[in-house]
């Protein structure tokens, strides 16, 4: 689980900013299940006020450490800075728990390398695990001896780099940390949002993973009274190539008429692309970070989305779910411990979230929305 992460002089945001899933001791039991993180946090603020960049920061750390070392095309690393501050390094961190282990991860670095970059654990207190100062490992923790010697890439995490080796199997934590963020979902990347998801490789999926397909089934035949029925057909393609598609089939007069996934609806057809997603970040108790989850989705419908993760009967694995949305109300679902507002002053970002706020304008027993929507807690644009 992500306790909370942060950043510096990465695209809008130019001081630091940081993203807290942590609860305090004034956070209601019906709200915080007795736990010490939130499995939900909304991302509130008018169009280009920086929302998808809390996101890309998720998306570059889970880059960093377990994909940076494939990248071989990519010689300057992918990162961008604030737009003043070309010649000050990005900066990252996150403090993460696997089972019942706390990890803290930090990177300094610019376009053409790594600065320096360390993960600690917490004992009774944060000690090393290893520490890095530009191409050159300062510090590795005795069961980490096998790794002196090889070589860093200046462009590459060195857990990512470590990942290559078949002793890395064996180190116990860099491992469970590598896998951690291997499968986190991120559905944005440095260009921004990814939405162009081949339906074919989704069938493919529901084809092979039953558990998925029903849990994906069920709940859209909840949100679709027409539909009774999902069904993976195969067929080949010019090449030869086996594909997988679906068909929907919707009753009327006792009767079953097909649809194809072209002529379904919008939201219907995104529920079916992504619900997958959803499915294995709860089968896997890990994160799943969506930018613009609401789309094509009725507003009565997303409470229900994030039940999945708010309610212990639906997430027994304690998996998270971070994301951007549009709607409105969807501050009242979340309320003000688990909604970051962001704003754009002079072209840089800056967020918060609601609990921050002096005073007692935001309640726990009173609708959040008419204050949004009155500009009184910011993250509105400015019309």
């Known amino acids: 689980m992500i306790i909370e992460y942060g950043f510096k002089n990465f ?3 130019r001081e630091e900013s940081t993203i807290s899933f942590r609860f305090d ?23 280009a006020s ?3 960049n809390l996101l890309r920061a998720l998306r570059f750390i889970k880059y960093f450490i377990s994909e940076s070392v494939r990248s071989e095309s990519e010689k300057k690393i992918p990162v961008d800075c604030f737009f003043l501050d070309k010649d000050k390094p990005t900066e990252f961190f996150i403090e993460f728990k696997i089972q019942k282990t706390y990890y803290k991860y930090e990177v300094s670095l610019t376009r053409d390398s790594v600065l320096s970059e360390s ?5 009774k207190k944060w000690v090393p695990i290893a520490t890095r100062v530009a191409n050159d490992m300062t510090y590795l923790k005795k069961d980490l001896s096998g790794f002196e010697g090889i070589k860093l890439n200046s462009n590459a995490s060195f857990i990512s780099i470590y990942s290559q080796f078949t002793v890395f199997e064996g180190t116990e934590d860099l491992h469970s940390i590598h896998e951690f963020f291997e499968y986190m979902i991120v559905n944005v990347n440095r260009g921004g949002i990814v939405d162009d998801v081949d339906f074919k490789k989704i069938s493919e ?20 009274v027409g539909i009774k029925d999902i069904k993976i057909f195969s067929s080949q393609d010019q090449d030869g190539d086996k594909y997988f598609y679906p068909r929907f089939y919707h009753c009327a007069n006792n009767a079953e ?13 995104r529920l079916y692309n992504f619900l997958g997603s959803y499915w294995l970040t709860l089968e896997n ?12 989705l009725h507003a009565l419908l997303l409470p229900h989305l994030l039940d999945l993760f708010q309610n212990p ?11 951007t949305a549009h709607n409105t109300e969807i501050i009242d679902t979340l309320g003000k411990y688990r909604t970051i507002l962001v704003n754009k002053e002079d072209n840089e970002s800056y967020c918060y979230r609601l609990d921050e706020l002096p005073g007692n304008l935001v309640r726990n027993d009173r609708p959040i929305t008419p204050l949004y929507i009155s500009g009184k807690i910011g993250g509105v644009p400015n019309l």
């Open 11 to 13: 695209f809008s945001f």
């Open 25 to 47: 001791n004034n956070v209601p039991e019906s709200i915080s299940h007795d736990e010490e993180i939130a499995t939900l946090l909304g991302i509130k603020g008018g169009n």
């Open 50 to 52: 920086g929302k998808t």
């Open 119 to 123: 993960i600690s654990k917490k004992l």
């Open 205 to 224: 999926f529901y084809h092979t993973n039953k558990k998925a397909f029903e849990f994906t089934k069920s709940f859209i035949k909840k949100c679709d």
């Open 257 to 269: 008429f097909p649809v194809s996934y072209q002529r379904e609806s919008k939201g219907t057809t």
């Open 285 to 296: 108790g890990n994160v799943l970070a969506m930018d613009e989850f609401d789309i094509h």
């Open 313 to 323: 009967k639906h997430n027994k694995k304690h998996a998270q779910f971070i994301f």
